[in-house]
């Protein structure tokens, strides 16, 4: 660690989001679902509780995941990390920060870290798929959730 530096200070992020990036969006916030998740979040009367049962209930599934339904919970869990982080990486992750006030607690952190770890687990999601063929294309992905996920770990 640097001297003077806190331990976020030092962490990186790897930019630019890029193709084929995570999944089949360049960033965690880019797709449809993200954006339609992410609104309904902050349209919650009690967003804390909203994003707290959210990332709960994505939590809970043990069935095999599809990308459309992870979009929402990766960009959720991402923007739980970019709080505790306090950077945005890009317009959208600014926006939404901006629009959904929340506190972390240890709960939200765990449960943003556990949707963020089951989305790089090989085997169970479609997720982690889209890139699993191309090893670059995968670097990249975990690449890029490495920085979220650092935030979360701690």
Not at 5 to 15: D, H, I, N, R
Not at 84 to 110: K, M, N, P, Y
Not at 119 to 125: F, I, Y
Request: hydrophobic share 45%; with cysteine.
């Amino acid at each position: 660690m640097e001297e003077g530096k806190a331990w976020w200070e030092t962490v990186t992020p790897v930019l630019p989001w890029n193709a084929p990036g995570l999944g089949h969006y360049p960033g965690p916030f880019d797709s449809d679902e993200a954006s339609d998740d992410l609104a309904g979040i902050a349209e919650a009367t009690d967003v804390q509780a909203a994003l707290t049962a959210f990332l709960a209930d994505f939590g809970r599934t043990s069935d095999r995941i599809y990308s459309d339904d992870t979009d929402g919970p990766v960009a959720a869990a991402c923007l739980v990390a970019a709080r505790l982080s306090g950077r945005a990486l890009d317009e959208d992750a600014q926006r939404h920060l901006e629009e959904i006030l929340f506190s972390v607690t240890e709960d939200l952190r765990a449960l943003a870290a556990a949707a963020l770890d089951r989305v790089v687990r090989p085997g169970d999601n479609e997720y982690y798929e889209w890139c699993e063929d191309d090893p670059a294309a995968l670097a990249d992905w975990l690449g890029q959730l490495a920085w979220y996920r650092a935030f979360l770990s701690r």
